[in-house]
Antibody
Framework: QVHLQQSGPGLVKPSQTLSLTCAIS??????????WNWVRQSPSRGLEWLGR?????????NYAVSVKSRVSINPDTSKNQFSLQLNSVTPEDTAVYYC??????????WGQGTLVTVSS | DIQMTQSPFTLSASVGDRVTITCRAS??????LAWYQQKPGRAPKVLIS???SLESGVPSRFSGSGSGTEFTLIISSLQPDDSATYYC?????????FGQGTKVEIK
């Protein structure tokens, strides 16, 4: 049974970096068949996939075009978790952020969601 | 990015009705499409992957079809528990995108 547990601050100041972590149980971040994603949701932007990291003999990343210059998703094999960093945030980045596991593209397991507000 | 356009934006139907939701892609995505159901305050739940493959545990009244740029989610007999917002998602390209959602209400 795969379980994803998110952690991180709910309030970030404009221009700073948003950082969230997703701890994995029931699978390995180094799995050769799964990938580890971040998705966000806001009333103005709907559901927005941000990117993913996965291991296939080496580590790969894919990022959404909309955030590619500001986003980084990284695995931490020692803690079996992965993280999201989003730089230079603005109020437009206010959203509920989810981590999620995909297997061949569709997102089957999701974290509980974290509301992140960007405000001074 | 590949744009995903769902219709209708909202629909209201009675218990037992057949409900159809459409998703159009701005370019061909083969069968690389999933459908999700989301209820308020909850994460989305995958219903269908590869356009027509029903996920384990999902009631058989849900079905998906289509390929290329046109896809359909059908609820054959709407139930009260189906009140939710439904999203399509393409995973054909290296940058995935969702539709804007279809809110299904029970009359």
């Amino acid at each position: 049974q795969v379980h994803l547990q998110q952690s991180g601050p709910g309030l970030v100041k404009p221009s700073q970096t948003l950082s969230l972590t997703c701890a994995i149980s029931g699978d390995s971040v180094s799995s050769n068949s799964a990938a580890w994603n971040w998705v966000r949701q806001s009333p103005s932007r709907g559901l927005e996939w941000l990117g993913r990291t996965y291991y296939r003999s080496k580590w790969y990343n894919n990022y959404a075009v909309s955030v590619k210059s500001r986003v980084s998703i990284n695995p931490d094999t020692s803690k079996n978790q992965f993280s999201l960093q989003l730089n230079s945030v603005t109020p437009e980045d206010t959203a509920v952020y989810y981590c999620a596991r995909d297997q061949a593209g569709s997102l089957h397991h999701w974290g509980q969601g974290t509301l992140v507000t960007v405000s001074s | 990015d590949i744009q995903m356009t769902q219709s209708p934006f909202t629909l209201s139907a009675s218990v037992g009705d057949r409900v159809t939701i459409t998703c159009r892609a701005s370019q061909s995505i083969g069968s690389w499409l999933a459908w999700y159901q989301q209820k308020p305050g909850r994460a989305p739940k995958v219903l269908i992957s590869m356009a027509s493959s029903l996920e384990s545990g999902v009631p058989s009244r849900f079905s998906g079809s289509g390929s290329g740029t046109e896809f359909t989610l059908i609820i054959s007999s709407l139930q009260p528990d189906d009140s939710a917002t439904y999203y399509c998602q393409q995973y054909n390209s290296y940058s995935w995108t969702f539709g804007q959602g279809t809110k299904v209400e029970i009359k």
